[in-house]
Every structure is written in C-alpha cells, then in structure tokens.
C-alpha cells in the first residue's frame, strides 16, 4: 500500500500587496525587496479571512481534483502556525465548512515544514491502512502576525492556501519516503513570542509588538540553505538516486537567494526548481503546496515525474518528501 496524491488545490486571498505599496509604508524600495528576496507582490486575506476560510478552498479544488466527495474524507491534517484560534482546531473548522462530517480532523505545528510534516503523518496512517482517503492542508494568514512597521519582515510574509488529497493504492507510484527533523535550540531565531500561554495578550505584549514575527534574517538564511541541502540529499542517499533522477524540486519559498543557494549546492539546474515567491512572498505552510498545485495544474508533473519537496522553518524545523508522482 503506497499513499499517493491524487489531487491539489490552492487559494490566495485576492487583496495584493505590492512592493510599491510597501514603499509607502516603511523605508524600504522596490529594487532592494526584489534583488534581496525576489518577491514582488503578496496576497493579503480579507479582515475576518482566517486560515480556515483559504485552507476550505484549496481543500475543496484538491477534493474536485481528485473527483472525490467531502463524504469519502476520513483524515484532514491541518499544516497552519496561523491558526483561525487557539481551541478548536483550523482543521475542524475546515471539516464543519467542508461537510465532511466523517473526517477525523487535527492541526499540526511545525511552521514552514507543516505541510511535508502533515503529508508525513498521512502516509503512516495510509500505509497502517487506518485511514484510506486523507486531505492534507497547509493553510496561513502570516499577514495577522506580520509587524507592518518592521521593514526586516513585513516584506517577506503573504497569505495563501495550499491542499493535497492523499489515497492509499497499490503500486508502486505514491510517496516514497519522508524525513522530519527539529532543533528546538534555535527555536529563538524566528517566532511569535507573545500571544500565547508564557505571555499572554497584554498591553505590555501589544506595546512591545511581541505578537508579531521576530526573525534574526542572517543566521535563518544561512542555515535554511544548510538544511534544505542536507533534507534533499539524505532523501537521495536513501534511494541511492543522485540529483540528476530528480525531474521537480519544489523548495518551501522564503527567499530566492534561499532556493539559488540550494540549488547551486545541490548542482541542480533552475529549470527543475520550482519558484513562485515572486507572486506570493513566504506563505509558510501554504507554500509547498500552492507551488506543487501550480506544476499539477500547468501539467509539469506527470505519471512517474520524480518530485522532491524540502522544507525548512521556524522550531527549527526541516523535512523532505520523496514521491514518485
Ligand atoms: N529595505 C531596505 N533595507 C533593509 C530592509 C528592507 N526591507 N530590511 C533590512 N534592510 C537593511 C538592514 O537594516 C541592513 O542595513 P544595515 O547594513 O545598515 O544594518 C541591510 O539591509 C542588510 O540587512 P541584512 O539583514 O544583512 O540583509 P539580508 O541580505 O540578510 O536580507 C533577509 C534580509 C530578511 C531578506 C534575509 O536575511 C532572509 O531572507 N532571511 C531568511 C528569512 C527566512 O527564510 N525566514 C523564514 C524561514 S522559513
């Protein structure tokens, strides 16, 4: 039994935020946003558009996809680190606006690694045969933690939605392996500090914007670059494949410096990495699987295309997917 995606969706808010915009809003220019970061614009939710409202709509394109009905649903996994509320779960929310009232539903929280984290729980339980018919949903409003007068990271963050429905089948095409990893002795390189249960909602936390991203950029960029190389080639080595046996790389999207670095230490050639920062900035979770929807839907990834996922965020956490499509 292999757990196999056969359906993607995806959502972004139709609100976007341009680098022009933000010229406006803090010291920063167009030029240095794009040569730093390759981001142009970003989509930013509507007031009131909680992650369970973009995940319910990617969720319901990747079901369609599929052609499977809400009703054959039996796992939704929700990848978010902007969840609607702290209690009930986004991923409950989802299944109430999906109707797929026979679905088990949870969150998981692993910030820009949730997605290939929640992709890794569904291909255990598929592979148990507990579940048949998983949806697997990385969904983020980031612009609801992003501090807008901070022009070190109100550039970087958009908010969007991205799903995948995964089915048990035999065969041999589906995910091939998965490989998690964390390093909670980072976990202050980038985070929320407040907001939470240490410190909750106070004036004091609202006057020091610590309900916002705190990041220290430099140190993130270098070691995203070290890991996301290490999670694609300990994915390689366990499949004795090489980088040439891979058709589609799709990295999570935090910066084009980011990915270009990878790539390069990779040996990997531009035209088998995926990159749509430009459009939609760092989405987090949303961003593995918004760019895979893109390549299923522009028919870039086929029967039997090799595709790699990595993922690198906040905890620290990082992760790969191997799946042979
Ligand atoms: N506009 C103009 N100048 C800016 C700026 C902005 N938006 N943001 C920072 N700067 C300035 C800094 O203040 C600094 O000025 P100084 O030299 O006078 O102190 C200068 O640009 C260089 O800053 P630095 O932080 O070294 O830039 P950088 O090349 O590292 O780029 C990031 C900054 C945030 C784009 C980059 O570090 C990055 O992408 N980090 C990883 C982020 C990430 O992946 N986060 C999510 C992980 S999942």
Redesign the pocket.
Known sequence: MRAKIIGTGSYVPHSVLTNSDLERSV???DQ??TE??GIRSRHIASPGEGSSALGTKAAASALSCAHLDQADVDLIIVATCTPDMPFPSTACLIQRNLGATAAVAFDVSAA?SGFLFALSIADHYIRAETYRNVLVVGTEVMSSVTDSTD??TC??FGDGAGAAVVQGVDGENGILSNHLHSNGQRWDL?CVPGGGSQQPLSETVLNERLNFIK?R??A??KL?VKMMEQAAREALSAHHLTIDDIDIFIP?Q??SR?IEATAKRLQLPMERVVMNIGQYG?TSAASIPLALDEMVRANRIKDGTRVLLVA???GLTWASTLIRW
Do not use: Q, V, Y
């Open positions: 010291d920063t220019s240095w946003i730093r970061t820009c022009r070190t550039i970087l980038i990041m950029g430099s993130t960029f995203a999570h935090a910066n980011i760092n690198f965020g906040s």
